[in-house]
Nanobody, 121 residues
Framework: QVQLVESGGGLVQAGGSLRLSCAAS????????MGWYRQAPGKQRELVAT???????NYADSVKGRFTISRANANNTVYLQMNSLKPEDTAVYYC???????????????WGQGTQVTVSS
């Protein structure tokens, strides 16, 4: 069973930075789209950023210019560098990926367990 394991969350003051990481728990045949989503208390989960296998990126307007998504295909890892953090960025951040575990398997969509990011004012 494949798992996406996130790390890097925590508590930071407004204006600070954090870097989130998400890695597949074992070797994967292929990963296509990877992304980060977040869910604040009382709100729906929303897209933060996505990145394709060839490096094309997409960002929510609220994080453009502050967050950077990147990936390391060699070790099936996606990162989210978050700078100039604001209190409204406080949320649980979830990793997401479309992946094929083995060569002849189907494509599946996976979610990580989430990591808490708290930005104090």
């Amino acid at each position: 069973q494949v798992q996406l394991v996130e790390s890097g969350g925590g508590l930071v003051q407004a204006g600070g930075s954090l870097r989130l990481s998400c890695a597949a728990s074992r070797s994967i045949f292929s990963i296509n789209l990877m992304g980060w989503y977040r869910q604040a208390p009382g709100k729906q989960r929303e897209l933060v950023a996505t990145i394709t296998s060839d490096g094309s990126t997409n960002y929510a307007d609220s994080v453009k210019g502050r967050f950077t998504i990147s990936r390391a295909n060699a070790n099936n890892t996606v990162y989210l560098q978050m700078n100039s953090l604001k209190p409204e960025d406080t949320a649980v951040y979830y990793c997401n990926a479309d992946l094929k575990p083995r060569r002849f398997a189907a494509w599946y969509n996976y979610w990580g367990q989430g990591t808490q990011v708290t930005v104090s004012s």
